[in-house]
């Protein structure tokens, strides 16, 4: 009766699921089973990276270099090298880009520079802002930026700063400008009022962190003022073809769908902010 009445109070607060997933990591199974499966995902970008030659393989960004070191472990190097990583994110910026005759990208949490490098390179911008606040992920950017023959182009700092892009890009180039912004919730933080009244004439792509942003009060906040200033557009995360990559032809199914992976946490989305009034 104690044990059942045990289970009836374990059930309570963590549900059936809960309670399959404490037995579960009581027998160490699904330790077990992320081990394997990065290991998994281990080898099926050393083989990519191997295929590619470190060079990206398909869409906006080709052939641009990727180093693939990272200072942690989302392993989404396959869909990067593959070049369909965010590949609405790739999309939306570059028909954005040509809509509206931008010149400058400035990426906050630019990370291994996936983004910034391509576009750079085949052109699509002029100039590049990378911001990267991880001194380790700082360095390996800058790896890809010499390798890619764009140290000329792309100008790297540390923590996302306001201060170091108003001394960089005059209000009026500010229109020509677009803010990728991937800080893992610091977003909200950051674009207080005063800076959004500044960026009004900006285009700006974030990365919804909304749900590791514990002070809502916050969140509430910026989606108050964003409406002050801008047109919004929510960008939706959606799913990849393998069966469209003709270079995984020979791959098994289950490898194919692993290589779409790019370590998120949950189904995401990107906030699209345009000037009200041009």
């Known amino acids: 009766m104690k044990k059942i009445k045990k289970l009836k109070e374990i059930h309570a607060v963590y549900g059936w699921q809960g309670i399959i997933s404490k037995f579960l990591r009581k027998l160490r199974l699904i330790e077990k089973h992320d081990y394997f499966l990065g290991e998994k995902l281990d080898k099926l970008e050393n083989e990519i990276m191997k295929i590619s030659n470190n060079l990206i393989l398909n869409g906006h960004y080709k052939d641009t270099y990727l180093s693939c070191k990272t200072n942690w472990k989302s392993r989404d190097n396959c869909s990067k090298l593959l070049g369909i990583y965010e590949s609405q994110v790739q999309d939306k910026i570059i028909q954005e880009q040509k809509k509206n005759n931008l010149v400058n990208i400035v990426n906050f949490g630019a990370a291994d520079g996936y983004h ?5 390179k085949k052109g699509y911008f002029e100039n590049g802002y990378a911001f990267e606040i991880d001194k380790i992920t700082k360095n390996y950017l800058e790896e890809n930026i010499n ?17 170091i892009i108003f001394k960089n890009i005059s209000d009026n180039d500010l229109k020509k400008t677009l803010f990728l912004i991937d800080i893992e919730g610091q977003e909200f933080e950051l674009l207080n009022d005063t800076i959004l009244k500044r960026l009004m004439h900006s285009y700006l792509l974030i990365e919804n ?3 590791i942003q514990p002070n809502k009060n916050l969140i509430n906040l910026f989606q108050q003022n964003i409406k002050k200033f801008f047109n919004i557009e929510i960008i939706e995360y959606s ?4 069966f469209q990559i003709n270079l995984l032809k ?6 194919k ?12 989305h ?6 009200k009034h041009k």
Do not use: C, V
């Open 250 to 255: 020979n791959f098994s199914e289950i490898d």
């Open 209 to 211: 962190h909304d749900f």
């Open 147 to 163: 390798k890619n023959n764009l140290d000329g182009k792309i100008k790297t700092f540390f923590e996302a700063n306001f201060d």
């Open 239 to 242: 799913s990849k073809n393998p």
């Open 116 to 120: 910034i490098l391509g576009l750079i």
């Open 270 to 275: 990107w906030i699209y902010l345009t000037p």
């Open 257 to 268: 769908w692993l290589m779409m992976n790019e370590g998120r946490p949950q189904t995401m």
